[in-house]
T-cell receptor, first 112, second 114 residues
């Protein structure tokens, strides 16, 4: 079945540092890929998405590129802020469009 | 525009008790979903409803039932709660299944079963 693997956290960075959170997936067909963010005590919010190979999703300074050849969708940000502290989830939507499969989440902590 | 709302926010049950988690969306979405979130495991799909009047099992449906009451509302019922059902439950909705539609999530219900 489909699966998503993302790097375990927590990831601790200083403000303005470069962020990479790795995500790889296993799926049949051509899934869509998502990054969701969860702030403390809240539900998940869509951060960005990509629906086909070589697409780049971007939002709020975050970027991720859908790499079919390496089955990856790594999340990057050039300069993190304290307000980016949250848990980040990589997810794929299957071809039928009825099931999101999530990775285990990566907690990011940004220190001033 | 409230998006996806869930009630209650917190609940404590004793083993064997029953309860219903409520979810409503005001985005005129066709599809709705119930997930549970356990530490270190991401979210797992319990049930979904592709459209009003239909429901289907997800990855972890055992011990749960659902009702799509109308287009707006999708409830999750635990008939006889067990400690293994202690989790955070999220409801979500999307325009429709079968497309790369974004799912929008509610704030969650934190359930503890003693």
């Amino acid at each position: 079945g489909d699966s998503v693997t993302q790097m375990e956290g927590p990831v601790t960075l200083s403000e303005e540092a470069f962020l990479t959170i790795n995500c790889t997936y296993t799926a049949t067909g051509y899934p869509s890929l998502f990054w969701y963010v969860q702030y403390p005590g809240e539900g998940l919010q869509l951060l960005l998405k990509a629906t086909k190979a070589d697409d780049k999703g971007s939002n709020k300074g975050f970027e991720a590129t859908y790499r079919k050849e390496t089955t990856s969708f790594h999340l990057e940000k050039g300069s993190v802020q304290v307000s980016d502290s949250a848990v980040y989830f990589c997810a794929l939507l299957n071809n039928a469009g009825n099931m999101l499969t999530f990775g285990g989440g990566t907690r990011l902590m940004v220190k001033p | 525009n409230a998006g996806v709302t869930q009630t209650p926010k917190f609940q404590v049950l004793k083993t064997g008790q029953s309860m219903t988690l409520q979810c409503a969306q005001d985005m005129n979405h066709n599809s709705m979903y119930w997930y549970r979130q356990d530490p270190g495991m991401g979210l797992r799909l319990i049930y979904y409803s592709a459209s009003e009047g239909t429901t289907d099992k997800g990855e972890v449906p055992n011990g749960y039932n659902v009702s799509r009451l109308n287009k707006r509302e999708f409830s999750l019922r635990l008939e006889s709660a067990a400690p293994s059902q202690t989790s955070v439950y999220f409801c979500a909705s999307s325009g429709q299944t079968g497309r790369a539609d974004t799912q929008y999530f509610g704030p969650g219900t934190r359930l503890t079963v003693l």
